[in-house]
């Protein structure tokens, strides 16, 4: 078997986690970890290597509803991680349980795999 590689982008609300699920998988602080909301104002690579693979991670803006143009800005940077993504990871509050409906039905329409992962935060 040949070397493999791929992209992973890492989305979700805001807070729910995303940048410290990158962080522990990439084994260093990568990305910056605030309680602060959009602390990620857009994309953070992270690099995972091994002899027999590579995966680019995406850590991403937390999907929110634009309000001005910095926000929407943060956005396209969130719809773009979805165009070059071999794989999603939505990551959610497993406090807060389901309350995604509208981000479950938009990630519906991409072709790309989706792996949903709930934190139980302590």
């Known amino acids: 078997m040949g070397f493999k590689s791929g992209f992973v982008s890492i ?5 729910v986690g995303k940048s410290t699920l990158l962080n522990a998988i990439i084994g260093e602080k990568l990305s ?3 309680p602060k909301v959009q602390t990620t104002r857009h994309r953070i690579m992270g690099i995972l290597n091994n002899p027999d693979y590579q995966i680019v991670f995406s850590d991403t ?5 634009p309000h001005y143009k910095l926000q929407g800005s943060m956005m396209k940077f969130v ?3 979805l165009q070059d993504a071999d794989l999603v990871l939505f990551v959610c509050d497993f ?3 389901s309350e995604e409906p509208e981000i479950i039905e ?8 989706v792996v949903k992962m709930q934190w139980l935060r302590k």
Request: net charge positive; aromatic share 0%.
């Open 11 to 15: 989305i979700g609300k805001p807070n």
């Open 61 to 65: 803006p937390g999907i929110i509803q």
């Open 32 to 34: 910056i970890i605030t």
């Open 79 to 81: 719809n773009e991680s």
């Open 95 to 97: 406090d807060r349980g």
């Open 106 to 113: 938009r990630l519906k329409l991409i072709k790309t795999p």
